[in-house]
């Protein structure tokens, strides 16, 4: 990766990508792996082919933010050579503070003359969240993560918000939530953002999202600001363990007979059957697994939240309190309340059979006195 | 309040408060109950007012034929959903691990396809309850806002939990949510409603039976 | 003077109100099934004489007084105070309509004792004034003469004479120390004297002593029927008085299915105290004597026979096989009803019904019941143990111009005795 300066000529994808040294054949390849990722028919990918050959390489300015690296390191980690990789090479990515060479001054004046250069049309990706309770909590070059931030959606045509913490707050944002930590979406009201969650997203994803942008422009996204053609489905319903779901085989503990026999992983924690993402599909480490393979249930990273989920290990459908101590406290309460009203049944009908007057015939034989 | 946020709260601070109204409801009207007290019986006993009692426990699990002939509709689908409501609560794996997360321990589970037919089953049964409820002389008359109250928060969490297995109209997470809430709406009218019939069935039948048992009746 | 008024009435509701009564409120879930096991509705179908719902005032009064979400509801105005208008209404439903016959109790799935709780709720109808007249008439006779239909001692001593001379047996009075007090209804007096003569046959022959109460002879409690434990009160102590002066072992109660109820098991508990004596109804006399060879008969009934279990026998009281045996004894053709034991179905006119001129024309449709089950058995004979039964099966049968006479079981016994020479007779 190279970081760019300006240039007067802006060569298309197609053209930078055959200059690094890739085929059409895997360029067609590539085509055809996001095709399906985006779940599209066979059909688009010379579709897919021709838009990317023609997309311009676009400026893309990366903010990190609260974040661990996690999604950089995703994205980067991938193998080498990868497409991914190749096309994440081929944007133009004027700033990221980890990856680029320059420092200091040099790095932020890099992102200034970025933004001004392509103002109204380069593309922001936010890692990260942004703390809100106190501005010194996360700076970068003495500015803060919300300052850094408004200035640079300010010129930007799109936002994407790569990875749970910028997409939804992530961990930063579990329970206390210390610096009040905050998504990108709880701060820009006015730009289109696309969420590509995850903790760390999946690189396929990322460079999906990326291509998507670039060829058919914002993807149609779900109501938590998801691409649908990546987050369309839950884990649950593409896992290969689905079948012991249904037939109510359950691995009980991590090593027990059930776990080595591949049953599912639902008392175990998986969050699978509400989380939305790929990896069943996709799959990591270029094709070949994903959690629930190696025996761990989904831990539902690229939901809002899933820090405090209730826990990894505990089933979906337990609840997140207390609830048995909880339980025998209204218990006690009952019974206090109990002992209250029951107390006043007693007085109450006792009061009412001490004033019982002896009913007589000669009552019974007046005329009804009501 | 995204859904997620919102499956976190049902399943958290609303599943305590539900829990806890339920838990003390249910505490709180045993005592109502109990705190009326009963008279000491002079009359010499003619048989055994426990086993008489512990008896019709049992006994008005069944009928005689030709009140079952009378009665056939609601005798037969009241079964039916009453074995029904069993199997989806305390069979489904999901909701095995609820019981043993509040009471700490666990039991068997059914096949999810199996407890899913029952809980299709036992949702038709319920709607061709509320028929019958609606066009019975008798059990229309009876009928207070009550009834129908119990019959609503009964099918809701029955609809929702099967919506939010199959994936229908909203998302899962949206969905178990409801599900979730639903169950706590049923969880908090429990105690106020007639389905406390669910524990006071054991009190009144003994009650009655230790009455029978006491005269000597055997039925 | 005092008055009856609706206050008086909401307060024996709430007195009345205990521990099981709010289990089988709790317990209701409008099923509806008490109606098919009710005659008063089968033969009358209109929802409300469904059983529970003749007790929707006191139940109300249960949630208003005694849960906290009624008490709740009463200070929002959801639920309206009961008034005496409603009382009123409610008459019917709780007089006319209801026999106290316990079939509902026995029926309902949840295991509420309705039955026991209608009664109950007489207890606050009568002390709002709101028990029907006839009731009234009986209640009053009871109280002031000693007998609901105003029988007084010189005419059972006018029926002792007469049966003394016809059968030459000793009928006798005030004994005291005798094993057996006999205690009469005035229905027997008046319109089944046999019955008497029939007792008498069969104690003496069994070497038992007996007596007759010149103080009190009446057995039935017209208090238990319009349900006023105050009334009731007063007349089962001149029993337990003539009881335990005489200091006899039994008291036996008539053939006669609520005098029964308000001796074995209401009596004790209106005076505070176990009896110093046992209460045994005549059936249950009768089957001792049986199972200790001392009631010995001779011959069969040709008749196809079928034995109609008085209410508060079989389901209030735990008598079913006794009847049985007896009949046994005397008939070779005796077939059950389809509905017999702990589920036959009420005569119609039990519980007061059969003294409450309002219900008249209800019991003849209530009787339809009685009638379609014996429609089906084609027999030539109907027996049964209770006189009020067999008035009102007697009055039903000449109503739908049916042929089927109707007897008295002891008197059926008595018949078919064999004399002992043990026997004092």
Redo the contacts between chains.
């Keep these: 990766m190279r970081m760019q300066s300006p240039n007067p000529y802006e060569p298309t994808l197609g053209e930078h990508l055959r200059s690094q040294g890739i085929s059409r054949r895997g360029f067609l390849k590539f085509c055809g792996l996001l095709a399906s990722s985006m779940a599209l028919a066979p059909a688009m990918i010379p579709k897919i082919a021709a838009a990317l050959e023609q997309a311009k390489r676009p400026s893309v300015i990366w903010l990190s933010f609260q974040e661990c690296t996690g999604c950089t390191e995703s994205l980067t980690r991938s193998h080498s050579p990868s497409l991914e990789g190749l096309v994440f090479d081929a944007i133009s990515l004027d700033y990221h503070h980890t990856l680029q060479a320059a420092s200091g001054d040099a790095a932020e004046h890099a992102r200034e003359e970025a933004m001004k250069e392509h103002y109204g049309k380069y593309v922001l990706v936010v890692d990260g969240s942004i703390p809100l309770d106190n501005p010194g909590y996360s700076t970068i070059a003495g500015i803060s993560n919300l300052d850094m931030l408004k200035e640079a959606a300010a010129g930007a045509a799109a936002i994407i918000a790569v990875g749970t913490c910028a997409a939804y707050g992530g961990l930063p944002k579990a329970d206390p939530n210390p610096t009040g930590a905050v998504s990108v979406s709880d701060i820009i009201k006015d730009k289109p953002i696309i969420n590509v969650p995850g903790c760390p997203p999946i690189p396929m994803v990322i460079t999906g999202v990326i291509a998507h942008f670039l060829t058919f422009g914002l993807p149609e996204l779900d109501s938590l600001g998801r691409p649908k053609a990546f987050y369309g489905q839950s884990i649950h319903d593409r896992c290969y363990r689905r079948p012991f779901y249904e037939r109510g085989l359950f691995a009980e503990t991590f090593d027990d007979e059930g776990a080595k026999a591949g049953w599912c992983l639902y008392k175990l924690g998986c969050k699978g059957p509400v989380t939305y993402n790929a990896c069943a599909t996709t799959k990591w480490n270029d094709g070949t697994s994903f959690p629930i393979e190696s025996g761990h249930g989904c831990i539902g990273c690229s939901e809002p939240n899933f820090w405090d989920f209730g826990g990894f290990y505990k089933a979906i459908s337990i609840p997140t309190g207390a609830s048995g101590k909880n339980a025998v406290y209204a218990a006690a309460a009952g019974i206090a309340?109990g002992v209250a009203?029951g107390a006043m049944?007693k007085k109450?009908?006792a009061e009412?059979?001490s004033?019982?007057?002896?009913?007589?015939?000669?009552?019974?034989?007046?005329e009804?006195?009501? | 309040m995204n859904e997620v946020d919102f499956l976190l709260w049902v399943k958290g601070s609303a599943f305590n408060i539900a829990l806890f109204i339920f838990m003390a409801g249910l505490v709180?009207?045993l005592f109502?109950?109990?705190?009326?007290?009963?008279?000491?019986?002079?009359?010499?006993p003619?048989?055994d007012p426990m086993q008489g009692g512990l008896r019709?426990?049992f006994r008005?699990f069944g009928?005689?034929k030709?009140?079952f002939q009378?009665?056939m509709i609601?005798?037969v689908v009241?079964y039916v959903f009453h074995i029904g409501l069993f199997v989806v609560i305390f069979l489904l794996a999901a909701h095995v691990e609820v019981f043993k997360s509040v009471m700490g321990f666990g039991w068997p589970n059914l096949s999810t396809p199996v407890v899913d037919a029952f809980a299709v089953v036992t949702m038709i049964a319920l709607v061709v309850v509320l028929i019958h409820?609606l066009q019975?002389?008798?059990?229309?008359?009876?009928?207070?806002p009550g009834?129908y109250v119990a019959w609503a928060v009964t099918f809701v969490p029955l609809l929702t939990g099967y919506m939010a297995y199959h994936h229908l109209l909203l998302s899962p997470q949206m969905m178990l949510g409801l599900h979730i809430l639903s169950v706590e709406v049923l969880l908090i009218v429990f105690p106020?409603t007639?389905l406390?019939?669910t524990f006071?069935?054991f009190?009144?039948?003994?009650?009655?039976?230790a009455?029978?048992g006491l005269?000597?009746?055997?039925? | 003077?005092?008055?009856?008024?609706?206050e008086?009435g909401i307060?024996?509701f709430?007195?009345q109100?205990?521990?099981?009564?709010?289990?089988?409120f709790?317990?209701?879930?409008?099923?509806?099934?008490c109606?098919?096991?009710c005659l008063f509705?089968t033969e009358n179908?209109e929802?409300?004489f469904?059983p529970?719902?003749k007790l929707e005032p006191l139940r109300r009064v249960w949630e208003q007084?005694?849960?906290?979400?009624g008490k709740l509801k009463a200070k929002l105005g959801l639920s309206k105070p009961v008034t005496?208008a409603e009382l009123a209404e409610w008459q019917e439903l709780v007089y006319n309509n209801c026999s106290l016959c316990g079939r509902c109790?026995?029926?309902?799935?949840?295991?509420?004792?309705i039955t026991?709780m209608i009664r109950r709720m007489r207890e606050g109808m009568?002390?709002?004034?709101?028990?029907p007249g006839g009731l009234?008439g009986a209640?009053?006779r009871a109280?002031?003469i000693g007998s609901p239909m105003g029988v007084k001692l010189p005419a059972l001593q006018a029926q002792v004479r007469h049966l003394e001379k016809s059968s030459g047996l000793t009928v006798p009075f005030d004994q005291e120390g005798a094993e057996y007090l006999l205690m009469l209804s005035s229905m027997e007096i008046m319109n089944y004297p046999e019955y008497l003569g029939a007792v008498a046959k069969i104690l003496t022959n069994a070497g038992k002593t007996w007596t007759l109460s010149s103080e009190c002879f009446e057995a039935t409690n017209s208090g238990i029927q319009?349900g006023?434990s105050?009334?009731a009160r007063e007349l089962v102590s001149r029993v337990v008085a003539a009881a335990e002066k005489l200091k006899v072992k039994t008291v036996i109660s008539p053939e006669c299915g609520h005098a029964y109820t308000a001796l074995?098991?209401?009596?004790?508990?209106l005076?505070?105290?176990?009896?110093t004596f046992?209460a045994k109804h005549i059936v249950e006399v009768l089957d001792e004597l049986r199972a200790e060879g001392l009631l010995q008969t001779e011959g069969f009934e040709e008749s196809k026979l079928t034995f109609h279990d008085p209410c508060q026998l079989?389901?209030?009281?735990?008598v079913?096989e006794q009847p049985r045996n007896l009949l046994n004894m005397v008939a070779k053709n005796f077939v059950e009803m389809?509905?017999h034991g702990?589920?036959n179905w009420c005569c119609g006119a039990g519980g007061g019904v059969s003294a409450n001129e309002d219900a008249e024309e209800v019991k003849l449709k209530a009787f339809q019941r009685k009638k379609k089950q014996l429609d089906e058995l084609h027999v030539d004979t109907l027996v049964t143990a209770c006189a009020n039964c067999r008035i009102q099966l007697e009055e039903g049968m000449e109503v739908n111009q049916m042929d089927i006479p109707v007897l008295g079981l002891t008197e059926m016994i008595a018949e078919h005795l064999v004399e002992r020479k043990g026997g004092a007779a």
């Design positions: 309340a009203i049944n109450s009908k009412a059979a004033s019982h007057q002896t009913v007589t015939v000669e009552e019974l034989n007046q009804s006195g009501s | 709180l009207r109502e109950i109990l705190s009326l007290g009963r008279k000491v019986n002079y009359a010499v003619k048989g019709e426990i008005r009928t005689d030709a009140t009378r009665s609601t005798i009241g409820r019975h002389p008798v059990k229309r008359f009876l009928s207070s009834d106020f007639k406390m019939h006071t069935v009190l009144s039948r003994w009650y009655n039976g009455s029978m005269r000597g009746v055997k039925s | 003077m005092s008055t009856l008024t609706l008086r307060n024996a709430k007195a109100i205990d521990a099981p009564m709010a289990s089988f709790s317990s209701c879930v409008s099923c509806g099934m109606a098919d096991a509705y179908p929802p409300r469904t529970i719902y007084e005694y849960t906290l979400i005496d109790t026995l029926i309902c799935p949840v295991g509420n004792d026991y009568v002390a709002s004034g709101h028990a009234i209640s009053t109280v002031q319009i006023s105050d009334i074995r098991w209401e009596g004790p508990n005076i505070g105290r176990p009896y046992a079989v389901r209030r009281g735990g079913v389809a509905d702990t589920l």
